[in-house]
């Protein structure tokens, strides 16, 4: 059974950071590209960060600079560290597994874990 678990979301300030963890199992982890998505109230879900099998990573332009995809295959888990926080990026954001080198391509989804930036 694939279980993809995402952690780390919570209320922050603006300016503030997070670290996001998913954590996955059921899956030979480090074949899989991995993905972050976010869906805001209201909008479509979007890819923000993604990094492929081989570790390549690419980002949404909204976020460059702020945002870090990384993976520990060590560990079965992908992080994204989300830094300089803007009340825009208030969203549910859910974690992705992927063909190997196509991250659009999502196999599994995580449940999400909320994120909200508010002073």
């Known amino acids: 059974q694939v279980q993809l678990v995402e952690s780390g979301g919570g209320l922050v300030q603006p300016g503030g950071s997070l670290r996001l963890s998913c954590a996955a199992s059921?899956?030979?982890?480090?074949?899989?590209?991995m993905g972050w998505y976010r869906q805001a109230p209201g909008k479509e879900r979007e890819l923000v960060a993604g990094?492929?099998?081989?570790?390549?990573?690419n980002y949404a332009d909204s976020v460059k600079g702020r945002f870090t995809i990384s993976r520990d295959n060590a560990k079965n888990t992908v992080y994204l560290q989300i830094n300089d926080l803007k009340p825009w990026d208030t969203a549910v954001y859910y974690c992705?597994?992927?063909?190997?080198?196509?991250?659009?391509?999502?196999?599994?989804w995580g449940l999400g874990t909320q994120v909200t930036v508010s002073s």
């Open positions: 992705s597994a992927a063909w190997p080198n196509l991250v659009r391509r999502v196999l599994y």
């Open positions: 059921g899956i030979s982890f480090s074949s899989y590209s």
């Open positions: 990094i492929t099998n081989g570790g390549m990573t």
